[in-house]
């Protein structure tokens, strides 16, 4: 579900790597149930009401969850993940986290000022320094579904974590 440009030489304001954290099989499940308690709601009115209300109810619970879906991507000059921008040069050590490790990163290891696009539903994280003096955050900390490929887009990791598969 997430997608995955590779670089391309001939522009540099291209993305070397773009993903899109979209919701889980069970994200969409649950909009669909909600969506079904609305039949509920309505039918004693009408089922023609409780139907109009299911639909409604679906298109407004997915539009507002693929407008809420956040993108990382990377450019030859620019990071940006979700609302946030910064330029390649202040990205710093990148490290990436798996299973414990990155529940931790998410939880008692988390710095107050590191800015944040977690999702619940995508379980390792990458962990990406922020070199700039003008800046006070000192990390970024991202959902990735591909967290090698993220880290190999912004120059490598530094230190991975522990890779499931091992």
Avoid at 97 to 122: H, P, S
């Amino acid at each position: 579900m997430s997608s995955q440009t590779p670089q391309s030489a001939t522009s540099p304001s291209t993305a070397s790597y773009t993903e899109k954290l979209w919701p889980n099989f069970w994200g969409w499940v649950i909009v669909v149930g909600l969506s079904a308690a609305a039949i509920l709601i309505f039918i004693p009115i009408s089922p023609t009401a409780g139907y109009v209300a299911f639909f409604v109810m679906l298109l407004i619970q997915a539009a507002l969850l693929i407008a809420s879906t956040p993108t990382i991507a990377v450019t030859a000059d620019t990071l940006r993940v979700g609302r946030a921008q910064i330029e390649r040069q202040y990205v710093g050590d990148v490290s990436i986290y798996y299973g414990e490790e990155a529940t931790e990163q998410r939880g008692i290891k988390l710095n107050g000022l590191a800015y944040l696009c977690i999702r619940g539903w995508v379980k390792p994280v990458v962990r990406i320094e922020i070199t700039d003096p003008d800046d006070r955050t000192p990390y970024w900390l991202t959902s990735s579904r591909h967290p090698e490929h993220l880290a190999a887009a912004l120059g490598g990791a530094t230190r991975p974590g522990t890779d499931p598969a091992n």
